[in-house]
């Protein structure tokens, strides 16, 4: 850059600070945004000025969290920028923000590492209805499951597949996730699995058993890259906020799994509709959410050479941390004794003499339990108890509620199912959130939820078979259910692992 350019850089540079002096030092910023977001944002659209040059020539566009560039420093750091005029200093400031690796899981970001503003609020409700979309179109199979056999010839074997391929698949594409997170980036990543959801909900629609398999897996890909890529977002978007929006992360995929279990079969009696219509229905929703996050695409800011190269390579090294196979630990087991328990507690009433009806309400009930669970767990964590101390909890509401199904099933079936809610809404909610506040940046965190949901996702595909298997073997309920109470304490043991205040290290 010639000393004219610089010149003449620093000139605009003095300009725009004069310009910007009113609403710094009083009134609402500009667009709504309050007092606290204007001066973050305000020091971001500054240092962007004075690095556009750099990021010019270089040519990236990765995209960052909102303000990270602001937390590069104040006015006067610009202004220094602006003066000085090289590439490197330009580099230097852009890359400071991003959260150090060095810093402790319970280290407070720099506050303007938060979007601002109603941004915020519209990020949020983003991912609230992604994560919605999780569930509906793969829970809403169990209600029809006896319909879509009736009508299609299908086994009971090959009816469980529609179920069991889904699981399959957000453990093998897993490992895929990131590679797209950096080829396409996140928010583009994040557009294309509702897009997938939205088509394999159409798929199911044709009048074939093929398609319906097809679309199923379809729908499973999408899932998959989402469960990885979203707790990503949140430690890159929200990590001043990680257990508040992890808690509504996790209460939103208990809720779209609790809307579609007790909602599809009443809508599908009261409309007349056939199960292939009702089944695509809930691919609406998948829409909702595709419009919503479609500005988000737009949420792109120049970077430096520097942070664009660390952007653009994967993260390695993981599988030789012990931290990170505790969390992936934790979540392979709360995922299979999530799974398993739900894929045969409507069973284990029924054979104990509640009607099908009310079995099936039972698991419901569950399902919206596990939504309280699941949003006050990491809502608590690091304010009232310890995670370590919550996972123990979590485990032990459960442990109580498998007790009680083993004593008395139908009598304090209520009970049993209020403790599973809890129980199992809190270890979901703490295995996210341990991947979040794990990872010392969002890198570290795609891959790290990317090997957990890898070995989690495939470990609990197992559990409803072996379940099923030891329950043909000893012809009683008694013996799977006293194999889940044994799993809980590896994952408690897990939990504690996982639970220390330490961030993975990888290479890369």
């Known amino acids: 850059m010639s000393d004219q350019q610089r010149a003449k850089q620093k000139q605009e540079q003095e300009q725009y600070m004069s310009d910007t002096a009113a ?3 009083g009134g609402p910023a500009p667009g709504g945004a309050s007092a606290i977001g204007a001066g973050p944002a305000r020091a971001a659209a500054e ?62 970001p720099a506050p303007s590492s938060l979007p601002a503003g109603r941004r915020a609020l519209y990020l949020a409700l983003g991912v609230v209805l992604l994560a919605l979309n999780l569930r509906p179109a793969l829970v809403a ?27 399959l698949c957000f453990g093998l594409l897993a490992p895929l996730a990131p590679r797209l997170g950096r080829r396409f980036g996140m928010e583009r990543s994040l557009l294309g699995t509702m897009a997938l959801i939205c088509a394999g909900t159409a798929l199911r629609l044709l009048d074939s058993v093929v398609a319906l398999f097809a679309g199923t897996v379809v729908i499973g890909a999408g899932i998959a ?7 990503g977002l949140i430690k890159r978007d929200f990590p001043a906020k990680a257990g508040l929006m992890t808690g509504l992360y ?28 009702t089944l695509a229905c809930w ?22 050479a520097a942070a664009a190269r660390q952007a653009a390579h994967p993260v ?13 630990a934790y979540m392979g087991l709360q995922s299979l004794n999530y799974y398993a328990a739900a894929a045969w507690l409507p069973t284990v009433f029924q054979d ?136 809980l304490v590896p994952q408690v043991v897990a939990g504690f692992g996982a639970a220390r205040e330490r961030h993975v290290a990888g290479i890369g």
């Open 283 to 304: 691919g609406a929703l998948a829409v909702v959410a595709l419009i919503v996050w479609l500005p988000q695409l737009r949420s792109r800011t120049r970077v430096s």
């Open 352 to 487: 104990a003499g509640m009607a099908a009806g009310d079995a099936g309400w039972m698991l419901s009930f569950s399902s919206l339990l596990g939504i309280a669970g699941s949003f006050l767990a990491p809502v608590v964590v690091g304010r009232r108890l310890r995670p370590g101390t919550l996972a123990a909890l979590g485990a032990v509401l459960c442990a109580l509620g498998f007790g009680g199904l083993l004593a008395a099933p139908v009598g304090g079936a209520y009970l049993w199912m209020t403790l599973l809610g809890l129980g199992q809404g809190a270890a979901i909610s703490l295995a996210l959130l341990f991947i979040v506040q794990r990872a010392p940046d969002a890198r570290h965190a795609a891959q790290l939820s990317s090997m957990a949901q890898c070995f989690g996702y495939i470990l609990a595909a197992t559990g409803p078979t072996l379940l099923g298997a030891v329950h043909d073997v000893s012809h009683s309920w008694t013996v799977p259910l006293i194999l889940l109470l044994v799993l």
């Open 47 to 108: 240092a962007d000025a004075a690095s556009a040059d750099a990021s010019a020539e270089v040519g990236v566009g990765t995209e960052t969290g909102v303000g990270t560039e602001a937390d590069a420093g104040t006015e006067a750091d610009a202004g220094t920028e602006a003066s000085a005029g090289t590439e490197a200093d330009a580099a230097a400031e852009t890359d400071a923000p991003t959260e150090p690796t060095s810093a402790g899981p319970g280290a407070p």
């Open 316 to 328: 390695r090294g993981l599988w030789r941390s012990p931290l990170a196979w505790q969390v992936t």
């Open 23 to 25: 609403p710094a030092t």
């Open 250 to 277: 996790s209460m939103s995929l208990f809720g779209g799994a609790a809307l579609a279990a007790g909602v599809t079969l009443p809508v599908q009696q009261a409309s007349g509709m056939n199960w292939r219509t």
């Open 141 to 167: 199979v169990s209600p029809l499951a006896d319909t879509i056999r009736d009508d299609s010839g299908m086994s009971a074997a090959a009816t469980s597949l529609l179920t069991a391929l889904p699981l």
């Open 225 to 231: 890259v989402a469960n990885v890529l979203l707790p």
